[in-house]
């Protein structure tokens, strides 16, 4: 089987410990590429939840081992950490073996174009309306999480593919899409006053790809909801990948990965 290769790679949002982490996609979509450059734009680990409920499933291990595996075998990686990973922010500048921590960093395309890399978690205070607003939204998407699971689990007992319920109501959700344009407005504004050509941020696990002012604003999404990421290709061309839309087209199994058989709660 033939791999894709890309000079870039982007993605964010895993949150590896979170029971509704899809590692079993991701991983299958790891195996089918090769990439020079592999940001991983932060929510990587979901330290938050696993103080909550420690869970560490097989294929979670798995996904880890793949990115210490891609850095030992020429692929550059670099771990931008976010809100949910917070602790590793302190290594910001350091390595772990062979993948760098950086807060931020400029990445330049082959074209030559130059776009601020972050996670976004930067710019909560520009987009939430306070502690009270903030902690209604964080209830609001454990519920959206929840109908989605409960959802797909009916799919898959109907032998369906898996399919985001919970981006689809967020897309109809008025209070969601005002945030998601202020948290535009405000990655734009900053990739703006650096004098860059574009951002490239996580965050709000929304994949976009969108011009605002003059600014290139994309969204590599996440492995949550969406199964996304951002590749660049030799040519220096940036374009979203949805991998969902990839198995459906080429029928592609997931890896059936068996769940680890301890768990501490």
């Known amino acids: 089987m033939n791999k894709t290769h890309y000079r870039t790679l982007w993605l964010s949002d895993i949150h590896l410990g979170n029971r509704d982490c899809k590692a079993e996609y991701l991983l299958s979509f790891l195996n089918s590429i090769t990439v020079d450059t592999l940001y991983l734009v932060g929510d990587i680990i979901d330290l938050w939840q696993m103080t909550k409920q420690f869970r560490w499933p097989n294929a979670h291990n798995q996904v880890m081992h793949k990115f210490m595996q891609m850095s ?14 917070e602790p590793i922010q302190s290594y910001s500048g350091m390595a772990f073996g062979d993948i760098e921590i950086e807060r931020e960093l400029i990445h330049t395309t082959a074209q030559g174009k130059r776009y601020l ?8 205070g520009d987009v939430t309306m306070g502690k009270f607003h903030a902690w209604i939204g964080d209830k609001g998407y454990d519920l959206l999480l929840f109908l989605n699971r409960e959802f797909n689990r009916f799919r898959a007992w109907r032998k369906r593919e898996y399919w985001s319920l919970a981006g689809y109501i967020k897309k109809h959700i008025k209070g969601a899409n005002e945030a998601i344009a202020r948290y535009r407005e405000a990655c734009c504004q900053r990739a703006e006053d650096m004098g860059l050509d574009g951002v490239v941020c996580g965050h709000i696990h929304h994949p976009e ?5 003059g600014i290139h604003y994309i969204n590599d999404g996440d492995w949550i909801e969406n199964c ?3 590749g660049e290709d030799t040519q220096g061309n940036l374009a979203l990948i949805h991998y969902l839309d990839i198995i459906e087209r080429a029928s592609v199994t997931p890896l059936n990965v068996k769940p680890a058989s301890s768990r501490a709660a």
């Open 228 to 230: 996304s990421a951002l």
């Open 72 to 85: 030992q075998e020429g692929t550059r990686v670099v771990y931008l950490p976010g809100n949910h990973d």
């Open 209 to 213: 790809s969108t011009t605002e002012n």
């Open 117 to 124: 890399v972050l996670h976004g978690d930067q710019f909560d």
